[in-house]
């Protein structure tokens, strides 16, 4: 299998590539994270052509701007999607917000989607990882990025599950040492949270949707799954057994066989019937 490489998806934007013969397949990380932290699912799952986006403020993108917010950041990522033909997303936790914003963008053109660990803007959330942010914004402000805002970020009650990997620990954390914390410049993370996401701009989401999560997990996110299964008209529910938050990350294994499965069924079109003359 090739070796990502970088690849720039915009003038802002940037990502890695690792190439494969079959359908392109869009990656979107979670929070504090980018594109590499895909390498072992990709591994995994040879034989498409895997794109990992790096959002605003994550791995070599560009900072939040004064003009971002969900839905600009939604038509972006949509607009990379119809001019590259990818037509599968799979999304993580904070970037579970990008992938269901690019879905309302463009309900008709996607084969599928993948949600793990899902998060709306404007739906439930947890007041623990609430809570975590807003200690984060007091040290940016008070003794700026570095080791504390890094250590108080991964003792959030999100991580726990990936505790207990220590391999996996180290390897995220150092993805979480080299992050910028530039989202916390007067609070421009909350750009990204918003406008909310309705139920009914939910419901015309017309893409076959998987949602992965942990059976450990939050219940703000299972709350947030139960949301899109009850709104959503094509949407599988896929619970992934002593797993927590990171569930794709935590569980690789489960995680690429529920992916390959889900890709699968829905990469080749519909095909239409063929009228026959007698």
């Known amino acids: 299998m090739a070796e990502p490489a970088p690849v720039r998806l915009t003038d802002r934007l940037t990502g890695l590539i690792q190439p494969g013969e079959g359908s392109k397949v869009l990656w979107i990380h979670g929070y504090t994270l980018d594109s590499s932290s895909w390498r072992e699912m990709w591994g995994r799952l040879p034989g498409w052509c895997h794109i990992g986006l790096d959002l605003p403020g994550h791995g070599g993108s560009a900072p939040i701007s004064a003009s971002d917010d969900l839905r600009s950041l939604g038509r972006q990522v949509a607009d990379i999607c119809l001019r590259q033909d990818i037509q599968h997303i799979v999304s993580l936790s904070f970037g579970t917000m990008t992938a269901t914003q690019v879905l309302i963008e463009e309900p008709d053109h ?13 739906g439930p959330s947890d007041p623990d990882v609430g809570a975590t942010y807003g200690q984060l914004q007091k040290l940016h402000s008070t003794v700026g990025p570095g080791p504390e805002m890094t250590a108080t970020w991964m003792s959030c009650i999100a991580w726990e599950g990936i505790n207990e990997q220590p391999a996996l620990r180290e390897q995220l954390g150092r993805l979480v040492e080299s992050h910028r914390w530039t989202e916390f410049e007067d609070w421009r993370i909350l750009r990204l949270l918003q406008p909310p996401q309705r139920e009914e701009d939910l419901a015309k989401i017309a893409t076959p949707m998987m949602i992965l999560i942990g059976d450990l997990d939050l219940p703000a996110f299972h709350a947030c799954a139960s949301l899109l299964e009850r ?11 002593d797993t927590h938050h990171l569930c794709m990350l935590e569980s690789p294994g489960p995680s690429a066989a529920a992916i390959e499965r889900h890709l699968r069924t829905h990469d080749q079109r519909t095909l239409q019937p063929i009228g026959i003359a007698l």
């Open 110 to 122: 996607f084969r599928s989607v993948v949600l793990g660990a899902p998060t709306l803007a404007g």
């Open 231 to 241: 709104t959503v008209t094509r949407c599988e529910r896929v619970p992934l057994a």
